[in-house]
């Protein structure tokens, strides 16, 4: 597609629910990058991935999340027992580089996340 | 503590007239800024970056301007229009890490 795709874009899980984000780059693209963005907030950093290794994955919160992009193309980010201070908005971002020159990178809508 | 910081939530303009979004960074070692552009509803869109090594950068009606011993940036918007009512994030990377640092945003309101 022409930009980079999330589903799904609303998700209520129960406290305790395991839920799964997708994240459908642009094709091509060889960095993607996971951002987290509480409401008022900047998105903060999650993990990033080359093709498909992931190089980055210090912003994770805790070891309830996982995040893979086995075929170096599409990801999906995993939130496991679920808890109220993981509703937020889960942004992915994509770039056919890894710098930032003459440009940043492409994001996707989110997927907004509500733990009931 | 907070690495990048946008200090006013909001900023309300006419329009026709200047808007200028600041931001003030602690870490001397970010090589490139960005700023972002969001819409309710969706994802932060690239508007305009600059390098370490510049102090300034224009784009049609956006301009970013950089003062590294104030580690202080700021975007101008001129002129501005009702279309950039938005929320403005600004950005810093360090290096080749890729890793985006943002700060809290500022809402910008143009007013007819």
């Known amino acids: 597609g022409a930009g980079v795709s999330q589903s799904p874009r609303y998700k209520v899980a129960k406290r305790g629910q395991d839920v799964a984000l997708r994240c459908d780059p642009i094709s091509g693209h060889v960095s993607l990058f996971w951002y987290q963005q509480a409401l008022g907030q900047g998105p903060e950093f999650l993990t990033y991935f080359q093709n498909e290794a992931q190089l980055d994955k210090s912003g994770l919160p805790s070891d309830r999340f996982f995040a893979e992009r086995p075929e170096g193309s599409v990801s999906t980010l995993k939130i496991q027992r679920t808890q109220q201070e993981d509703s937020a908005v889960y942004l992915c971002?994509?770039?056919?580089?890894?710098?930032?020159?003459?440009?940043?990178?492409?994001f996707g809508s989110g997927t907004r996340l509500t733990v009931v | 503590d907070q690495q990048v910081k946008q200090n006013s939530p909001s900023l309300s303009v006419q329009e026709g007239r200047i808007s200028i979004l600041n931001c003030d960074y602690t870490n001397s070692m970010f090589d490139y800024f960005l700023w972002y552009k969001k819409y309710p509803a969706e994802g932060p869109t690239f508007l305009i970056s600059?390098?370490?090594?510049?102090d300034k950068n224009e784009d049609g009606r956006f301009t970013v301007f950089l003062n590294k011993s104030a580690k202080h940036l700021s975007l101008h918007i001129v002129p501005s229009q009702p279309g950039d009512s938005a929320v403005y994030f600004c950005?810093?990377?360090?290096?080749?890490?890729?890793?985006?640092?943002f700060g809290q945003g500022t809402t910008l309101q143009v007013k007819p």
């Open positions: 600059i390098s370490s090594i510049k």
């Open positions: 950005a810093a990377s360090e290096g080749n890490t890729g890793k985006l640092i």
């Open positions: 971002a994509s770039s056919s580089s890894l710098g930032q020159e003459g440009g940043g990178y492409t």
